[in-house]
């Protein structure tokens, strides 16, 4: 039996001739999306990534079984029938829409395209994790805004520009928290933002809001000419795992990202999926009705379980717990799970003593529901 030398194992510990990543890759926390799979119980209601328990349109499900002899061919490069059926819906000039894997392709594409290093790019304190991991890549410096009660503040983001802010995310509605910004807010945040600063609103849960002073962006994306709006099809339509989403903003805007994208980033599935999913208009409204019932329900059971609940306008509630007899969030998510309910922790997000729960079926609602009060007995 062979064994290595002393000066082959210096040399094979030796990393210092290896491949290195550039300078902040390895800062970047990898994502760490919602758990899958529960302790125990007997059934798992999978609450954890904001998923939509009506599943997907029938319509989008069909044009998906009639591909299935074509999978050998490339789909269309541009998306085509998608920003056509997209424009056609909102109102929107397609060729100022763009389609990704995912609309967290799209704010990489945008960070890519226009941060470097040097550049500072700023989100909110609670905002979506995917902002800084897409600034870290494209070599620039994340800077965060406090919050005011858990929700984006605009007057804390204006205070932290500078000469060097190219970039500033907005997630609205929030993930995880599920707070929002009135639209004269978003407003007033454009205003007062150099114009050589881009404002990315993404508003993928933006259907499930129904509030007289909320607007997803997309008068400010036709209107201006730093203003990009993103959505997805992971949410109320329930295409997330094909991995779809849209961006709309100016057409100079759209063109850069155009150029850095690849070239089929859109799979022919998600294409045609989504052309009869954002067509489906009767199916959304289900979604819409089905959250707009059980949104207020679970929000109320759980206050009167003697929980606070951050008020949601997206298909998700922020529970936070109360530090007292050990009733702490990460004790309350193994409970749920060891009974098949997965929820979010939330600590990575800096709410270390929160759970996010995604609406789900009246079933999974009322289990959760039920699982939290005896835990609380305890």
């Given at each position: 039996m062979s064994t290595m030398t002393d000066a082959a194992m210096e040399t094979e510990n030796d990393f210092s001739n290896r491949p290195k990543p550039r300078p902040g890759v390895l800062d970047i926390a990898p994502y760490v999306p919602g758990k899958s799979k529960a302790t125990g119980g007997k059934k798992l209601y999978k609450l954890s990534s904001n998923e939509t328990p009506l599943g997907a349109s029938k319509k989008a499900q069909d044009?998906?079984?009639?591909?299935?002899?074509?999978?050998?061919?490339?789909p269309d490069g541009a998306a085509t029938d998608l920003r056509?059926?997209?424009?056609?819906v909102y109102g929107l000039n397609p060729d100022r829409i763009i389609c990704g894997?995912?609309?967290?392709?799209?704010?990489?594409?945008?960070?890519?395209?226009?941060?470097?290093?040097?550049?500072?790019?700023?989100?909110s304190r609670h905002g979506f994790l995917v902002y800084e991991i897409a600034i870290r890549a494209a070599g620039a410096?994340?800077?965060?805004?406090?919050?005011?009660?858990?929700?984006?503040?605009?007057?804390?983001?204006l205070a932290k520009v500078?000469?060097?802010?190219?970039?500033?995310?907005?997630?609205?509605?929030?993930?995880?928290t599920g707070t929002y910004l009135p639209f004269s807010e978003v407003r007033r945040l454009h205003e007062n933002l150099p114009p050589n600063v881009i404002l990315v609103l993404d508003a993928a849960y933006s259907e499930y809001v129904r509030r007289n002073d909320y607007e997803s962006g997309m008068e400010l994306a036709a209107t201006t000419e730093n203003v990009i709006m993103t959505r997805t099809f992971s949410k109320i339509y329930g295409l997330a795992n094909l991995r779809l989403g849209w961006g709309f903003g100016p057409a100079h805007v759209i063109d850069a990202l155009n150029r850095i994208r690849g070239p089929f980033n859109v799979s022919g599935l998600a294409i045609a999926a989504g052309v009869e999913a954002v067509r489906d208009r009767a199916f959304?409204?289900?979604?819409?009705?089905?959250?707009?019932?059980?949104?207020?329900?679970?929000?109320?059971?759980?206050?009167?379980?003697?929980?606070?609940?951050?008020?949601s306008v997206g298909n998700f509630i922020l529970i936070h717990f109360p530090e007292v007899d050990g009733k702490t969030a990460t004790d309350a998510d193994a409970f749920l799970s060891s009974r098949g309910c997965v929820l979010r922790?939330?600590?990575?997000?800096?709410?270390?003593?929160?759970?996010?729960?995604?609406?789900g079926s009246e079933e999974a609602n009322k289990a959760v529901v039920a699982n939290l009060a005896e835990f609380l007995k305890q």
């Open positions: 044009a998906i079984a009639r591909l299935a002899g074509t999978l050998e061919f490339y056509e059926a997209i424009g056609d894997a995912g609309s967290d392709e799209i704010l990489s594409l945008i960070a890519y395209a226009y941060l470097g290093p040097g550049d500072e790019a700023i989100y410096t994340p800077v965060v805004a406090p919050e005011k009660d858990l929700t984006t503040d605009v007057d804390a983001i500078t000469d060097k802010t190219k970039m500033v995310f907005i997630a609205n509605p929030n993930n995880p959304v409204e289900k979604a819409v009705d089905h959250n707009e019932q059980w949104l207020p329900w679970v929000t109320e059971e759980l206050e009167k379980l003697g929980l606070t609940v951050t008020p922790l939330v600590g990575n997000y800096g709410l270390p003593n929160a759970l996010r729960m995604s609406i």
